[in-house]
Nanobody, 117 residues
Framework: QVQVVESGGGSVQPGGSLRLSCAAS????????MGWYRQAPGKLRDSVAT???????NYADSVKGRFTISGDNSKNTIQLQMNNLKPEDTAVYYC???????????WGQGTQVTVSS
């Protein structure tokens, strides 16, 4: 049974930094892609940053230059370093895991990030 667990959320003032971590377990395959998505109250869930098995990355325009995604394909783990956080980054952040040779996505339960003065 695949499990996806996030950690590292919290509260920070504008301009501060947080680091999120995600680990997927229970899969015999490494990831095809993993990524971070976020959902603010009353809004749809949006992609923040993703990383593919080949190391290529993709970022939402709103976080480019501030957030950095990294990962270890052999361990099915990813991290998201978030710098210069803004109030509009406030949301629940979800980790997504897509194993290779699979058409199914697995999601974590989410971790709250709050940016407020």
């Amino acid at each position: 049974q695949v499990q996806v667990v996030e950690s590292g959320g919290g509260s920070v003032q504008p301009g501060g930094s947080l680091r999120l971590s995600c680990a997927a377990s229970g899969s015999i395959y490494s990831f095809y892609h993993m990524g971070w998505y976020r959902q603010a109250p009353g809004k749809l869930r949006d992609s923040v940053a993703t990383i593919r098995f080949d190391g290529s990355t993709n970022y939402a325009d709103s976080v480019k230059g501030r957030f950095t995604i990294s990962g270890d394909n052999s361990k099915n783990t990813i991290q998201l370093q978030m710098n210069n956080l803004k109030p509009e980054d406030t949301a629940v952040y979800y980790c997504n895991f897509r194993p290779r040779y699979s058409v199914r996505d697995f999601w974590g339960q989410g971790t709250q990030v709050t940016v407020s003065s």
